[in-house]
């Protein structure tokens, strides 16, 4: 064989490894790209702006809920209460300021406050209780859902003032898709340039290296649940904004989207691995699939079947990387 000839097959199999490296990396950027092309192709209504606006506003609730279980499946946990979370935050703002005349500002602060208490307790029975994290947020779910009803009487509650604002528009553009962005800069700058960020993904990585190196791993174990608690609080305020009122069963089945998101952006759901980037991408990827198939009037127990099978395929790569991981 010449070594010109041995030179092409280097050359050729040189790029065939940076094709394969970059769709391991990138392969729900390059989902959405195409999937947005043949829905382009598909249906000129996809394309438009007000549409493409639509997309976003659908998105963003669970984009900042899948921000927030970024934090949890990175450090090899993984957090259902989410949506639960979500719809008690918001059961608690509108309560405190139509039945106990607080003032805006005060009752989203204490909304934020409950996110975070539910998220701590979710951590901490994670951390000294030892139980796991899939356990531990079952149990915080089901006991946010509860709290949910009996503080609202199963009765929804409307909301006003700085609550709609979180539905309303600033200069054309939503924000609940401005909210979003916001929420997605803060989680990327916490996960990748804050020590709290650099010990997340050290404990998903290997939580016995991690608490030998210094690392304090109970300390950690708890904020990623604080962390992901307050994500779901705003999301919960991005919920109520639009509706002007908050349901006893908001938010209800997101987490699993949420989670869907995340795994779809690349995150492992053995920990370590993950970037707020993907996330997004994932959570605007689910949120396409859907928009495209309401403007082909697919039925929405079809939708349910594609997006599960969207959800296996992702779990299914991130398996088969994991193992040429090891190998």
Same mark, same amino acid.
């Given at each position: 064989?010449? #070594? ?9 199999? !040189? ?61 090899? !946990? ?18 405190? !300021? ?129 962390? #992901? ?15 002007? #009122? ?82």
């Amino acid at each position: 064989m010449s #070594s010109v000839t041995k030179n092409k097959k280097m050359v050729s199999a !040189g790029a065939g490894n940076v094709v394969k490296e970059f769709l391991a990396r990138n392969g729900a950027l390059v989902g959405l790209i195409l999937l947005c092309i043949i829905l382009a192709i598909s249906t000129p209504a996809f394309l438009t702006g007000a549409n493409l606006l639509n997309v976003g506003i659908q998105a963003s609730t669970i984009a900042i809920l899948a921000f927030g279980e970024t934090f949890a499946i990175v450090s090899a !946990g993984i957090d259902l209460s989410v949506g639960a979370v979500a719809a008690f935050s918001s059961m608690v703002v509108a309560y405190t !300021g139509s039945s106990m005349g607080l003032p805006a500002w005060l009752t989203i602060l204490i909304g934020l406050a409950a996110g975070a208490g539910f998220g701590a307790l979710s951590g901490m029975a994670n951390a000294f209780l030892k139980l796991p994290s899939f356990i531990a947020t079952l149990a915080t779910m089901s006991i946010a859902r509860g709290l949910t009803l009996v503080i609202s009487d199963g009765r929804p509650i409307n909301t006003s003032g700085l609550v709609n604002f979180f539905g309303s528009t600033l200069a054309g553009i939503p924000i609940p898709i401005i909210t979003m962005i916001v929420m997605g800069i803060v989680a990327a700058v916490i996960l990748n340039f804050t020590s709290m960020g650099r010990s997340v993904y050290a404990v998903g990585g290997n939580m016995e290296a991690s608490r030998l190196s210094g690392i304090h791993v109970h300390k950690t174990q708890i904020m990623v649940f604080v962390l #992901s608690g307050i994500f779901a609080a705003v999301a919960g305020l991005v919920i109520a904004g639009r509706l002007h #009122s908050v349901q006893p069963q908001a938010a209800n089945g997101y987490e699993m989207d949420a989670i869907a998101s995340t795994v779809i952006g690349g995150a492992s759901l053995s920990g370590g691995k993950g970037k707020i980037s993907g996330t997004f991408v994932g959570a605007i990827l689910l949120a396409v699939i859907r928009n495209g198939l309401n403007i082909l009037n697919v039925s929405s127990f079809w939708q349910q079947v594609v997006i599960g099978l969207v959800i296996a395929v992702a779990v299914s790569i991130d398996t088969m990387r994991r193992k040429q991981d090891i190998h």
